[in-house]
T-cell receptor, first 116, second 113 residues
Framework: AQSVTQPDIHITVSEGASLELRCNYS??????LFWYVQSPGQGLQLLLK??????LVQGIKGFEAEFKRSQSSFNLRKPSVHWSDAAEYFC??????????????FGKGTKLSVKP | DSGVTQTPKHLITATGQRVTLRCSPR?????VYWYQQSLDQGLQFLIQ???????AKGNILERFSAQQFPDLHSELNLSSLELGDSALYFC????????????FGSGTRLTVV
């Protein structure tokens, strides 16, 4: 079945440590790929997106993500986490087939906690 | 401020009642999307409108309906409310079909008591 999987429900990292949030998708063709962040009580903010080309994409707030076709993955990374990065992170895809209508399909999210 | 405006921010109502959630898209955006976010179901796509016409339906209950008006604002109507309808309802907008991502509003938190 078509799906977006974020295997980690909750991750805790120390401030200043590196971060990697995992995302795998299951679609026949490479979809359009996105990462969104949701701070408590807030809406979703787009961090970065991938359509084609360079498989390493840069986003806002110092985040980057790498697309790996062979692993059907689009993992989000940050070299040094700040306390303000504590939030929930959602991987999302837009299936790249004719009938998809461009609708975002979200993973279940990964909640990030940051230790001082 | 994302440019997508949702009102009200919070809504508390009783079971069996009907409510209307409102969304004004970002200036220039023709597509509006509605999503429901709950703890058990996560973010679920409900419905999409493009320039006043319904374009796609997701997991939207028959008790729910939506429309997009000529000025492009949209309303989501929820009727015969049940406790399980308590959730965050997000509106998002995009200029076209959404392949390049959406801009989300800050959501309406609905509590059914």
């Amino acid at each position: 079945a078509q799906s977006v999987t974020q295997p980690d429900i909750h991750i805790t990292v120390s401030e200043g440590a590196s971060l990697e949030l995992r995302c795998n998708y299951s679609y026949g063709a490479t979809p359009y790929l996105f990462w969104y962040v949701q701070s408590p009580g807030q809406g979703l903010q787009l961090l970065l997106k991938y359509f084609s080309g360079d498989t390493l994409v840069q986003g806002i707030k110092g985040f980057e993500a790498e697309f790996k076709r062979s692993q059907s993955s689009f993992n989000l990374r940050k070299p040094s986490v700040h306390w303000s990065d504590a939030a929930e992170y959602f991987c999302a895809v837009v299936p790249a087939y004719g009938g998809s209508q461009g609708n975002l399909i979200f993973g279940k999210g990964t909640k990030l906690s940051v230790k001082p | 401020d994302s440019g997508v405006t949702q009102t009200p921010k919070h809504l508390i109502t009783a079971t069996g009642q009907r409510v209307t959630l409102r969304c004004s898209p970002r200036s220039g955006d023709l597509s509006v999307y509605w999503y429901q976010q709950s703890l058990d179901q996560g973010l679920q796509f409900l419905i999409q409108y493009y320039n006043g016409e319904e374009r796609a339906k997701g997991n939207i209950l028959e008790r729910f309906s939506a429309q997009q008006f000529p000025d492009l604002h949209s309303e989501l109507n929820l009727s015969s409310l049940e406790l399980g309808d308590s959730a965050l309802y997000f509106c998002a907008s995009s200029s076209g079909q959404g392949y390049y991502g959406y801009t989300f509003g800050s959501g309406t938190r609905l509590t059914v008591v």
